[in-house]
C-alpha cells in the first residue's frame, strides 16, 4: 500500500521489508482466472462463509476449523427506517456470530492460514473482539493462541477467552502498545500473527460480510453501506469484498461506503475532514464508551481511507453519550441488541442525514458488528441514559396493580 511492490504468496511476508509495519500488503486475484472457474449462481449449497473460498486467500486442500462462522441475518428494519424517514434500511448483524462479532470472519482466516504454515501457535494483539474470536477458532481447531489485551479490556471479553483456553496477557497500556508487544513477542518466539491489518489475510476474511450482503440481496449492491471503524480493517475488508464482486460483474456498481468513529478515537474522521495525510499523521489518544474503536494508529489507515476515497463516501463522527443512546434505539426498533462500537452505527446514520451523505430514497444497508451481551456495563448505563429501569415489585398481584402498568 506505499510503494507497490508485489510479493508472492509463497514469500510468505506479513508486510512489505521495504516498509516494515507501514507497508500493508493488500492481497490480488486473477480476476479472469476465478470468473472463467466460478459463477456467483454455482457456489454451491454450504453456507456461511467458506462458500466464497473461489475468492478466498487458501490453496484448495487446506482445513478450515469446524465452528460455523458467516451466514448471518440481513434485517429489513422497516421500523426503523420509518423513524429516520428512510426508504429502506436493512442490517447484517454480525452480533450472532459463534463468538458474538465480525472478528470471527478474520479469526477463521488467520487459524486456517496458520495451519496452511504449519504454525505451532496463533497470537494476536485486540481491542477484546478480535482476541475472543481467535479463542473461540482456535478452540475449535484445537490450536493453541497467546492474546494480548489492554487492561481495561471489557471483563466480559476477557471471560469469553479465558472460557476458550486462551493465554491472556493484560497489557498495562493502550490497545497501540498491545499491538506493538504482540508484534515483538510473536517475532521473538516465532508464533503465527494474526494482528489487524499487519496480517494481509485479516482483510480478506472480513470481506466476506460484504459478500454475503451483496448474494443476500441478490446480487444488487446498495447505494449506501455504513460500519463502524477503529484500525479500519472492516471498512478496507468491506471495500475489497466488493471491489472482487464489481471485478468479477457480479455486481454492477459500488456503493458509498461510510465509515462511523467516535468522537474521542477519530483519527481517520478528523484525517479525512482536514485533508490530512495518513502517512504520517501522528498518533491521538484515544478514548471513547465504545472499545472496539478505541485505536490511536489506526493499522489499517491507508486501505480505510482508500474505501472512503474511492466511492464517493464520507467519515463521520458520533460522542458517546450518542453511541449509547443508540443501543436501546436499535435494540426497541429491531430486536437487534449491539454492543457500543455496533450501536455506534445507527447514531452515525443519523449524522450523515443530518449532514445531507444519504438521503431519504437511498438503500441503505447497516453493519452491526458486535453483540450487546459483550458489555453488560455499557448496555446498563446506555438504559440509565433513556431514563428506564426495571420496577421493584413484592411477590404478589396487587403490588403489580399498584405500578400501574396498563
Ligand atoms: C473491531 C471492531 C470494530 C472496528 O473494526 P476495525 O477493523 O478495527 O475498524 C467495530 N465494531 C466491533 C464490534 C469490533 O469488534
Same mark, same amino acid.
Given at each position: 500500500?506505499?510503494?507497490?511492490?508485489?510479493?508472492? @504468496?509463497?514469500?510468505?511476508?506479513?508486510?512489505?521489508?521495504?516498509?516494515?509495519?507501514?507497508?500493508?500488503?493488500?492481497?490480488?486475484?486473477?480476476?479472469?482466472?476465478?470468473?472463467?472457474?466460478?459463477?456467483?449462481?454455482?457456489?454451491?449449497?454450504?453456507?456461511?462463509?467458506?462458500?466464497?473460498?473461489?475468492?478466498?486467500?487458501?490453496?484448495?486442500?487446506?482445513?478450515?476449523? @469446524?465452528?460455523?462462522?458467516?451466514?448471518?441475518? $440481513?434485517?429489513?428494519?422497516?421500523? $426503523?427506517?420509518?423513524?429516520?424517514?428512510?426508504?429502506?434500511?436493512?442490517?447484517?448483524?454480525?452480533?450472532?456470530?459463534?463468538?458474538?462479532?465480525?472478528?470471527?470472519?478474520?479469526?477463521?482466516?488467520?487459524?486456517?492460514?496458520?495451519?496452511?504454515?504449519?504454525?505451532?501457535?496463533?497470537?494476536?494483539?485486540?481491542?477484546?473482539?478480535?482476541?475472543? *474470536?481467535?479463542?473461540?477458532?482456535?478452540?475449535?481447531?484445537?490450536? !493453541?493462541?497467546?492474546?494480548?489485551? @489492554?487492561?481495561?479490556?471489557?471483563?466480559?471479553?476477557? *471471560?469469553?477467552?479465558?472460557?476458550?483456553?486462551?493465554?491472556?496477557?493484560? /497489557?498495562?497500556?493502550?490497545?497501540?502498545?498491545?499491538?506493538?508487544?504482540?508484534?515483538?513477542?510473536?517475532?521473538?518466539?516465532?508464533?503465527?500473527?494474526?494482528?489487524?491489518?499487519?496480517?494481509?489475510?485479516?482483510?480478506?476474511? %472480513?470481506?466476506?460480510?460484504? $459478500?454475503?450482503?451483496?448474494?443476500?440481496?441478490?446480487?444488487?449492491?446498495?447505494?449506501?453501506?455504513? /460500519?463502524?471503524?477503529?484500525?479500519?480493517?472492516?471498512?478496507?475488508?468491506?471495500?475489497?469484498?466488493?471491489?472482487?464482486?464489481?471485478?468479477?460483474?457480479?455486481?454492477?456498481?459500488? !456503493?458509498?461506503?461510510?465509515?462511523?468513529?467516535?468522537?474521542?478515537?477519530?483519527?481517520?474522521?478528523?484525517?479525512?475532514?482536514?485533508?490530512?495525510?495518513?502517512?504520517?499523521?501522528? !498518533?491521538?489518544?484515544? %478514548?471513547?464508551?465504545?472499545?472496539?474503536?478505541?485505536?490511536?494508529?489506526?493499522?489499517?489507515?491507508?486501505?480505510?481511507?482508500?474505501?472512503?476515497?474511492?466511492?464517493?463516501?464520507?467519515?463521520?463522527?458520533?460522542?458517546?453519550?450518542?453511541?449509547?443512546?443508540?443501543?436501546?434505539?436499535?435494540?426497541?426498533?429491531?430486536?437487534?441488541?449491539?454492543?457500543?462500537?455496533?450501536?455506534?452505527?445507527?447514531?452515525?446514520? %443519523?449524522?450523515?442525514?443530518?449532514?445531507? $451523505?444519504?438521503?431519504?430514497?437511498?438503500?441503505?444497508?447497516?453493519?452491526?458488528?458486535?453483540?450487546?451481551? %459483550?458489555?453488560?456495563?455499557? *448496555?446498563?448505563?446506555?438504559?440509565?441514559?433513556?431514563?428506564?429501569?426495571?420496577?421493584?415489585?413484592?411477590?404478589?398481584?396487587?403490588?403489580?396493580?399498584?405500578?400501574?402498568?396498563?
Amino acid at each position: 500500500m506505499r510503494c507497490g511492490a508485489t510479493h508472492a @504468496p509463497e514469500a510468505q511476508v506479513y508486510v512489505c521489508p521495504c516498509h516494515g509495519q507501514d507497508g500493508i500488503l493488500d492481497v490480488e486475484y486473477d480476476y479472469s482466472a476465478i470468473g472463467a472457474h466460478h459463477h456467483r449462481d454455482g457456489l454451491g449449497e454450504a453456507l456461511g462463509m467458506w462458500r466464497y473460498r473461489p475468492l478466498l486467500p487458501l490453496c484448495s486442500d487446506t482445513p478450515v476449523a @469446524p465452528l460455523h462462522v458467516g451466514g448471518t441475518p $440481513l434485517l429489513d428494519a422497516d421500523r $426503523l427506517a420509518a423513524e429516520l424517514a428512510l426508504y429502506r434500511l436493512q442490517i447484517k448483524d454480525e452480533g450472532v456470530q459463534p463468538t458474538g462479532s465480525l472478528k470471527d470472519r478474520a479469526s477463521a482466516m488467520a487459524v486456517a492460514k496458520a495451519r496452511e504454515v504449519g504454525a505451532k501457535v496463533v497470537c494476536t494483539a485486540s481491542t477484546g473482539n478480535a482476541a475472543a *474470536a481467535l479463542a473461540g477458532l482456535c478452540a475449535s481447531d484445537g490450536m !493453541p493462541c497467546v492474546i494480548f489485551v @489492554p487492561e481495561a479490556a471489557p471483563p466480559a471479553k476477557v *471471560a469469553q477467552m479465558l472460557a476458550y483456553g486462551a493465554t491472556v496477557l493484560l /497489557v498495562e497500556g493502550s490497545y497501540d502498545q498491545a499491538f506493538d508487544l504482540c508484534l515483538q513477542a510473536a517475532d521473538h518466539f516465532g508464533w503465527y500473527n494474526r494482528n489487524t491489518a499487519f496480517n494481509p489475510y485479516m482483510a480478506e476474511g %472480513k470481506k466476506t460480510v460484504s $459478500l454475503e450482503i451483496c448474494e443476500q440481496r441478490g446480487w444488487k449492491a446498495p447505494d449506501v453501506l455504513m /460500519v463502524s471503524v477503529g484500525d479500519g480493517c472492516i471498512l478496507a475488508g468491506v471495500h475489497k469484498g466488493l471491489r472482487d464482486l464489481l471485478a468479477l460483474g457480479w455486481i454492477d456498481k459500488m !456503493p458509498r461506503l461510510i465509515g462511523v468513529q467516535a468522537t474521542g478515537s477519530n483519527y481517520l474522521a478528523e484525517a479525512w475532514r482536514d485533508g490530512q495525510d495518513v502517512r504520517d499523521k501522528k !498518533p491521538i489518544r484515544a %478514548k471513547t464508551v465504545a472499545d472496539s474503536l478505541s485505536v490511536g494508529l489506526p493499522r489499517d489507515r491507508l486501505k480505510a481511507m482508500r474505501a472512503i476515497e474511492q466511492t464517493a463516501g464520507a467519515f463521520v463522527q458520533v460522542d458517546d453519550p450518542a453511541i449509547l443512546q443508540a443501543i436501546p434505539t436499535l435494540a426497541r426498533l429491531t430486536g437487534v441488541f449491539a454492543e457500543p462500537a455496533g450501536a455506534a452505527v445507527v447514531a452515525g446514520l %443519523k449524522v450523515a442525514i443530518g449532514q445531507g $451523505l444519504v438521503t431519504a430514497d437511498d438503500d441503505i444497508v447497516l453493519i452491526n458488528t458486535g453483540n450487546g451481551l %459483550k458489555d453488560i456495563d455499557s *448496555a446498563q448505563r446506555s438504559v440509565a441514559l433513556v431514563g428506564d429501569r426495571a420496577h421493584r415489585v413484592a411477590a404478589n398481584l396487587p403490588a403489580v396493580e399498584a405500578l400501574d402498568l396498563a
